[in-house]
């Protein structure tokens, strides 16, 4: 039973948490760059605190078995690999079907500076190469999910060391033994 419970922790964290990543891109996509970078500062900042919270939210679940650094990094890492499916997903309609003008608008942007470095035939096969990558989506699952964990690792090797939590040795073994 405690390891659906670990499943359900991470698949309701992992839903929050693409949440968020959910509404930072959208205010990066329509935001003004003066007001982008404090939303994204604010994004940061309420993505550090939702990894504390829900991480002491499994540590308090945990109970006397103990939350160590390896256990939360454990849960770190499947809440963002199931944060970055559900991203990927969210980004697979946004890019195709819904935001698709704006996603062309950004494309186009980047291209924009490479006529200063490259030649036309090189920049014909760099605009085909990068439609086919920003558009796809295999790739975008795949960075969706690389992007989460890599993220959600990097901040929670910080997290983790606030949130970690040793065996309470007066307890039952029994009890400590579940997890």
Known sequence: MEKNAFWNDVAKAGAVMAGVQILAVMADLFLTPSSAI???????????????????????????????????????????????????????IARNVLFTERYEEQMNEALAVMPRFYSAGQIDMARSMLRSMFF???????????????????????????????PDIFSDSEERTHE
């Open 38 to 92: 404090w939303a994204t500062l604010f994004f940061v900042a309420l993505f550090v605190v939702l990894l504390f919270v829900l991480a002491r939210r499994r540590a308090a679940r945990v109970g006397a078995a103990g939350f160590n650094y390896g256990q939360c990094m454990k849960y770190f890492f499947w809440m963002m690999v199931f944060a970055g499916i559900l991203y990927g997903a969210w980004e697979i």
């Open 136 to 166: 796809s989506p295999v790739w975008l699952v795949v960075l969706s999910v690389l992007t989460c964990v890599i993220k959600g690792c990097f901040f929670g090797l910080f997290v983790a060391a606030f949130v970690q939590r040793q």
